[in-house]
């Protein structure tokens, strides 16, 4: 008797630890968006990719389509070669173009892809050709500044 | 005068030497008789009960206040700087990748810890472990070897339950007391943590401190002196190795899994 009913109690706290690892995985974490199904590569080169990581978002419209796989230095050509991992069933035209986008005010960077208007679609190890580069904010603070300067320039010159 | 000084000084240094050779070839034959202890997973069982169950209720009531506090602490900071809603992305990082697998190894080591090392620690001193041997049975694998298994097993899974139990708390602080919007509790949370590199290493961590706190508990009690002192002083230093132990490793394993 007392085997058994150690049984049942050991069996519900191995259990209860079980759920507590799937809610850790499934409601936590991002398991659920970890997509097992295969990918076709791209890369695209950046001038400057600001704050985005290996893992981002590609997104097509608002919807995920695929994520960032890896971002290396291109030391030939001084950009940022970044190679994406597209979902198999959307498939992009060859022209479509990126662009590195953050979602809200302070949020996490991600890709969006605007497609295109060919007739090919990309297909794996392609380059994405026409990329535009992350805002950085501290270059449009200066170039506010350096506009208002000019503007307010010539009125001081003047004796 | 100084040959006596420089004498004890070399006694006292084999002395250590010697207990850490005692402690590695324990910790080794431990692990050599996983198998054994493993076939007979009835004594497992027995000790994830007694070291497992009986310390679920502390861990589910630490894990609540830990994660309350934390769903507090957090939104008055996160606020300062209009970003509320990266409540669920602070409470559960911080819950998954240190307090949990930290706070859970600590409780265990004063739950559970302690009453293995005092358990056999009264062993060696009734001498039970003697006539065990006398018998013939191997105290390691018929007394040590289920508990260190049974601790094993037991700490992931309090750690896990930690968490969880947190991340509910810091939901009932933050979205249900304060107001943080529930969507954006949970999808910031999503988006930040990672099931191999957050949720995979905190639970490889539980494991480490798993195997370090029962280890230590069965060594401290194992090599107790047979005396009342001996258990009760035997007690103390296992609370107080395991407990810094346990903070010395994670800082190590935090170096080598997030240092990138």
């Given at each position: 008797m007392q085997r058994s009913k150690n049984d049942v109690w050991v069996g519900l706290f191995v259990l209860l630890g079980a759920v507590?690892?799937?809610?850790?995985?499934l409601k936590a974490a991002n398991l659920l968006t970890w997509s097992f199904n295969k990918d076709y590569e791209?890369?695209?080169?950046?001038?400057?990719?600001?704050?985005?990581?290996?893992?981002?978002?590609?997104?097509?419209?608002?919807?995920?389509?695929?994520?960032?796989?890896?971002?290396?230095?291109?030391?030939?050509?001084?950009?940022?070669?970044?190679?994406?991992?597209?979902?198999?069933?959307?498939?992009?035209?060859?022209?479509?173009?990126?662009?590195?986008?953050?979602?809200?005010?302070?949020?996490?960077?991600?890709l969006d892809v605007a497609p295109g208007a060919d007739e090919k679609n990309l297909a794996a190890g392609d380059r994405i050709g026409s990329t535009q580069s992350a805002v950085i904010l501290e270059n449009l603070i200066s170039q506010f500044l350096f506009s208002q300067a000019e503007k307010s320039a010539p009125e001081s010159q003047k004796p | 005068?100084?040959?006596?000084?420089?004498?004890?000084?070399?006694?006292?240094?084999?002395?250590?030497?010697?207990?850490?050779?005692?402690?590695?070839?324990?910790?080794?034959k431990l692990l050599g008789m996983s198998g054994a202890a493993l076939k007979r997973f009835g004594l497992v069982q027995d000790q994830v009960h007694f070291l497992g169950n009986y310390s679920l209720a502390i861990i589910t009531v630490?894990?609540?206040?830990?994660?309350?506090?934390?769903?507090?602490?957090?939104?008055?900071t996160l606020q300062r700087?209009?970003?509320?809603?990266?409540?669920?992305?602070?409470?559960?990082?911080?819950?998954?990748?240190?307090?949990g697998p930290v706070v859970a190894a600590l409780l265990f080591a004063g739950r559970a810890g302690a009453s293995l090392t005092a358990e056999i620690g009264l062993m060696r001193a009734g001498e039970q472990l003697t006539a065990l041997?006398?018998?013939?049975?191997?105290?390691?694998q018929r007394i040590l070897a289920p508990r260190f298994w049974g601790g094993i097993i037991a700490l992931p899974l309090l750690a896990a339950v930690f968490s969880a139990v947190g991340i509910l708390g810091g939901y009932v602080v933050g979205v249900l007391l304060i107001g943080v919007d529930a969507g954006?509790?949970?999808?910031?949370?999503?988006?930040?943590?990672?099931?191999?590199?957050?949720?995979?290493?905190?639970?490889?961590?539980?494991?480490?401190?798993?195997?370090?706190?029962?280890?230590?508990?069965?060594?401290?009690?194992?090599?107790?002196?047979?005396?009342?002192?001996?258990?009760?002083?035997?007690?103390t230093r296992s609370v107080v190795v395991s407990s810094l132990s346990v903070l010395g490793l994670d800082f190590i394993l935090t170096a080598m899994m997030f240092s990138i």
């Open positions: 507590a690892v799937l809610f850790l995985a791209v890369t695209a080169k950046f001038d400057n990719i600001g704050g985005l990581k290996p893992g981002a978002a590609v997104k097509s419209a608002g919807v995920v389509v695929g994520r960032v796989k890896k971002i290396e230095f291109d030391g030939e050509s001084f950009q940022a070669k970044v190679t994406l991992g597209m979902q198999t069933q959307h498939a992009f035209p060859q022209d479509s173009s990126l662009k590195i986008l953050t979602s809200g005010l302070l949020g996490e960077q991600y | 005068m100084i040959t006596d000084m420089l004498g004890a000084l070399g006694t006292s240094t084999r002395q250590m030497l010697a207990n850490w050779g005692f402690a590695a070839r324990l910790f080794f630490s894990g609540l206040f830990v994660g309350f506090v934390l769903g507090l602490q957090g939104y008055y700087y209009g970003s509320a809603e990266a409540l669920g992305l602070l409470v559960a990082l911080s819950l998954v990748r240190e307090l041997e006398m018998m013939a049975v191997d105290p390691v954006s509790f949970w999808s910031q949370m999503q988006g930040g943590v990672d099931v191999f590199k957050d949720v995979g290493n905190g639970i490889i961590k539980s494991v480490v401190f798993g195997v370090a706190v029962t280890f230590i508990a069965l060594l401290q009690g194992y090599v107790a002196k047979p005396t009342p002192e001996g258990v009760a002083s035997a007690t």
